[in-house]
């Protein structure tokens, strides 16, 4: 197996999958392979065309959801010159490219019920047409499908057809969701962290720390095994000591420290009084609003923002990262806050010499 399609992992439910593949593989039979997106479908057909008498052949891979409708009946079984309109000349379609080999149809569950048909007898009888020819081809080809969708549930309301799933489903492969993978969050983070590591060009594989590996285990990963390699592989990047374990993990990108303060100011004056038993606020923190009649929104909402953060930031010791985990704030955001406020270690006893 190539580096990039190694399977990596050492859970029972993830292990009982791959060797299902394993002992599929030789088998020429269709196989379907059913999982969460992430979880590693496209590596699955990999291993049942490499195992296979096939593994010499060509491996054509087709995604049936990103082609429209229309065009899929001619992506798969090839069409003559003039068949249709820009039909300039004949093209064959994956079937053919596949013929010897392996055919992998991910997203199955998108496919319109004409082109089903025709995969259908493409399948039973190794017979395909392109559109617009008199006469049928036939391919000897291996079909490995793989979908995230109910298809038996589909059969039953009438949006998949009944024979076809049959004709599919000689062997079905389910791959666990990486949530379900128990202790490979573990493997798979060190793995891709090492990998990023030497991509890096870092003299050292520092690993991750204990506070970081608990946050990677009691994630969710709703993205899989592709959105733990993201996460990881960014966490490397960014960290800045490669001497030092990883301590900080980012798993939204896309967390915006400017929308959040936006949000913030608006919201936060509908709620700020009273102020909540649990967490109180020291009265000598507002001495710096403008309360005075004609004080601008902004001018308050900016004075309370800086009360709140200097009464964490003091409650913490100026250990910021504690701060930030104590306010719900991720450390990027905070240290915007705090440039944004101008804040520094004497910032509290500073405001409170200048209010008496």
Partial sequence: MERDVQFIGQSTAFLDAVERASRAAPVRRPVLVIGERGTG????????????????????????AALPETLIEAELFGHEAGAFTGAVRARAGRFEEADRGTLFLDELGTLSMAAQERLLRAIEYGEIARIGASRPVQVDVRVVAATNADLPRMAEEGTFRADLLDRLSFEVINLPPLRAREGDVYELADYYGRR?????????????????????????????????????????YRWANEYAPIAEIVFDPFENPWRTAAVREVVVPEVAAPASPSTPIPAAQFKGADREAGASLRASVDAYERGLLLESLDRHRWNQRRAAAAMGLSYDQLRHCIKKHRLSEGSQSSDNSSAS
Avoid: Y
Avoid at 198 to 206: G, H
Avoid at 213 to 224: F, I, K, M, R, S
């Fill in 196 to 236: 990023m590591a030497t991509e890096l060009e870092w003299d050292t594989w520092p690993g991750f720390s204990p506070e970081a590996l608990v946050v990677l285990e009691a994630h969710d990963w709703p993205g899989n095994v592709r959105e733990l390699r993201n996460v990881v592989e960014r966490a490397v």
């Fill in 41 to 64: 479908k496209e590596l699955i057909a990999q291993r049942l065309h490499h195992l296979s008498p096939r593994w010499g052949e060509p491996l054509i891979t087709m995604n049936c």
